[in-house]
């Protein structure tokens, strides 16, 4: 590897030294950067690259760092964005055929206040279709293929954004997570993902799922790498109705290594034999050990709700998709279908030609629940059950300071095994969409492996205590050498490719 090529393959914390002592510009990592995405097309992580644009803006923080005059950690780092978050004057397809033509004319939230951090938005990256799947199969752009072993998923739907932090491609990447759809894909590429409390970041520019839902989270290869730009994008934004307006620490601080006097909770029914990898069991019951070991207390909770979470989530995610999903009409912008006969005809082919599979199927069951005779048997009730799934969060957490569970029931599976199964796929989130549902931080993290792919380990928090599960995380991660395991991808370079 180059010396800008083993600079990018290191954390943040690495690249930041690296550029502020002057070893390297952040032109010349911007160009490894730029360099590893084309060496590493076949993972089919991007989509879309910025190769003029990122250059010229890595010039400039080159003679920002030069002069003594960073503006942020972020400043000259390359990063990669999932393409359902808008920037201007970029494509946003949302990897649907609807809006393959799609160009934003304005930034998102996070975008801004990347820019204003100085980060290089180096690219895109490639996820399930309007971030509905949990394998990124659901895509125009074709399937995102796993680091550790390309012929398996790399989870979903922000496949694409934690495949290419964990082949080296970047160091930092953003995804959305709706039901773990930064979680799962952590999980099974081996990478840390966060999703923060509902509202700690604006989800203005975040083309919509579930309103309810949404949320954008990072990606990093370390706890303190999300802890960096967690700080830099959370915050209130008007523009977000939902957007909480308490103000927010600098997570920083609370990373030391420390977990002495933390109750941990284990949820009895998470531990259960039945459907999930012994080996993914194994190495969750290993990190609690070894968190143990760092001075945490772990006692057993109880959620009963659980058995309830995957068919409510379903209802209540596919209702507002429904929703979301109608402004896509063949009117206002995106796909608009030739030779239409009158209004109707043109709404009808537009979305049919339109919408994938997954999300066509999306649509259909979240119209029927919400159609008149349905709402109440349906909609309404799952709503109230997630209310009830979220008390079971707040008994279990007087009891406890964070809860802690295996991320996925499996390590990755093979490309194409569950896409005609449904179900099977819609159960990959049958550990994550209870956060979700409750609007809790939960983070995926890397504990081991199983079969030779990772085992993602999930920390969930209390309302906007992002803090605490990080510091857990990072005492796990500074006692365990698994966040430096790395995919043979990792180490492929530009002359070898």
């Keep these: 590897m180059s010396q800008a090529e083993t600079l990018l393959a290191g954390n943040l914390s690495d690249q930041r030294e690296g550029l502020d002592r002057g070893d390297i510009s952040a032109s010349e990592l911007i160009d490894a950067s730029l360099a590893r995405i084309a060496a590493c097309e076949d993972l089919a992580a991007v989509v879309s690259t910025r190769d003029t644009a990122a250059r010229a803006e890595a010039e400039a923080a080159s003679k920002r760092i030069a002069e003594g005059k960073p503006l942020s950690a972020l400043d000259g ?146 706890i303190k790498d999300c802890a960096t730009i967690f700080d830099t994008i959370a915050g209130h934004d008007e523009r977000d109705s939902t957007s909480v307006p308490e103000s927010i620490p600098a997570l920083g601080g609370s990373i030391d290594g420390n977990v002495e006097g933390l109750t941990i909770g284990l949820p009895r029914e998470y531990f259960v034999e039945e459907g999930v990898d012994h080996g993914v069991l194994a190495r969750v019951r290993e990190a609690v050990a070894e968190l143990e070991d760092a001075g945490a207390r772990v006692d057993e909770v109880s959620l009963p709700h659980t058995e309830y979470t995957i068919a409510t989530y379903y209802l209540i995610a596919t209702a507002e998709a429904s929703s979301n999903l109608a402004r896509f009409d063949g009117v206002r912008y995106g796909r608009r279908a030739d030779k239409a006969q009158d209004l109707a005809d043109l709404y009808q082919r537009s979305r049919s030609e339109g919408f994938g599979a997954e999300v066509k199927r999306r649509i259909l069951l979240g119209t029927y629940v919400l159609s008149a005779g349905y709402y109440d048997a349906y909609y309404a009730k799952a709503q109230r059950v997630r209310t009830l799934i979220r008390r079971d969060f707040d008994a279990a957490f007087a009891n406890c300071d964070l809860i802690l569970t295996p991320t996925a029931p499996e390590t990755a599976f093979s ?49 906007l205590d992002e803090a605490t599960i990080l510091r857990a995380g990072h005492a796990f991660e500074m006692r365990t050498p698994h966040h430096l395991e790395h995919p043979p991808v990792f180490f492929r370079s530009e002359s070898s490719s």
């Excluded at 359902?84 to 004319?105: K, W, Y």
């Excluded at 509905?132 to 954004?161: F, K, L, Q, V």
């Excluded at 796929?425 to 995926?444: E, W």
Aim: with cysteine; charged share 15%.
């Design 415 to 463: 490309l194409g095994a569950k896409v005609g199964d449904p179900l099977s796929m819609y159960l990959s989130d049958v550990y994550t969409v209870s956060a979700n549902l409750a609007g809790l931080p939960a983070l995926s993290m890397p504990c081991g492996q199983s079969k030779g792919m990772p085992v993602g380990l999930q920390l969930i928090g209390k309302p």
């Design 77 to 222: 780092v390359p990063i990669l964005l999932k393409d359902n978050i808008v920037q201007a004057g970029e494509p946003a397809t949302c990897a649907s055929r609807i809006l393959e033509n799609f160009v934003s004319p304005y930034d998102a939230g996070v975008t801004e206040k990347l820019k204003v951090a100085g980060a290089v938005i180096v690219g895109r990256t490639n996820m399930d279709e309007f971030a509905m799947g949990s394998s990124t199969e659901n895509s125009i752009h074709g399937p995102s293929h796993n680091p550790w072993d390309t012929t398996r998923a790399c989870g979903g739907s922000s496949g694409g954004s934690a495949a290419a932090v964990a082949a080296g491609l970047v160091p930092l990447a953003l995804g959305s997570d709706t039901g773990g759809s930064i979680r799962q894909p952590a999980s099974f590429c081996g990478v840390v993902g966060l999703k923060p409390t509902y509202g700690r970041i604006s989800r203005w520019g975040l083309v919509a799922f579930a309103s309810s839902l949404d949320q954008i989270g990072p990606f990093g290869r370390t």
